[in-house]
């Protein structure tokens, strides 16, 4: 009877607690661990013991306003987010990225893509940015390279062989791009 008794005074329907629940805890004060009721024998399982931990470390965090997570972890998603963009998980990666390299690829891979407003054309040749001092010069198959890296390729034949095709083009008809 001082089970019961103890059982009103202290077990309350709380979050997260149902009112089932609340009952099958009720009953476990009824039982021994050795029960025969197979769904009681459970509750008292060891591998209970572990969601139980994590129970009580996730009230504890919720208590005193805790991350579960690190600082460290955090403040790495945020410079991830910043600068993870659509191609770090895309077939062409940038060795350069750390988004694009492991591990840093798979931590980022929930976070949001970043928002850029101004964009920069990168040289898939050189790694350079493409301006008004390497103008973009596209191709006849419509790939798009700096023209240092252009000029570079082609300074023996003037023949230019595109690094994702393999086709071959005669330096005069790369094309500049004008980007507004």
Not at 114 to 138: D, K, V, Y
Request: glycine fraction near 6%; aromatic fraction near 8%.
């Amino acid at each position: 009877m001082g089970a019961i008794t103890y059982a009103r005074r202290n077990l309350v329907e709380c979050e997260g607690m149902t009112g089932e629940r609340l009952q099958e805890t009720m009953v476990l004060l009824a039982f021994k661990p050795s029960t025969s009721s197979e769904k009681y024998r459970a509750l008292f399982s060891p591998g209970r013991w572990q969601e139980l931990v994590l129970e009580f470390r996730a009230s504890n965090y919720e208590l005193h306003h805790l991350h579960n997570e690190s600082l460290l972890s955090t403040a790495l998603q945020s410079g991830l987010s910043v600068i993870k963009t659509h191609q770090c998980y895309s077939d062409e990666k940038s060795g350069d990225c750390p988004v694009c390299n492991e591990p840093l690829n798979s931590l980022a891979s929930t976070l949001p893509f970043s928002h850029c407003t101004q964009s920069r054309l990168i040289c898939r040749i050189s790694g350079e940015p493409m301006n008004e001092h390497n103008a973009p010069m596209m191709l006849p198959n419509g790939n798009v390279y700096g023209e240092r890296a252009l000029l570079e390729m082609a300074a023996n034949e003037g023949i230019l062989t595109c690094p994702r095709t393999n086709e071959k083009y005669w330096m005069e008809q790369a094309q500049k791009v004008y980007v507004m």
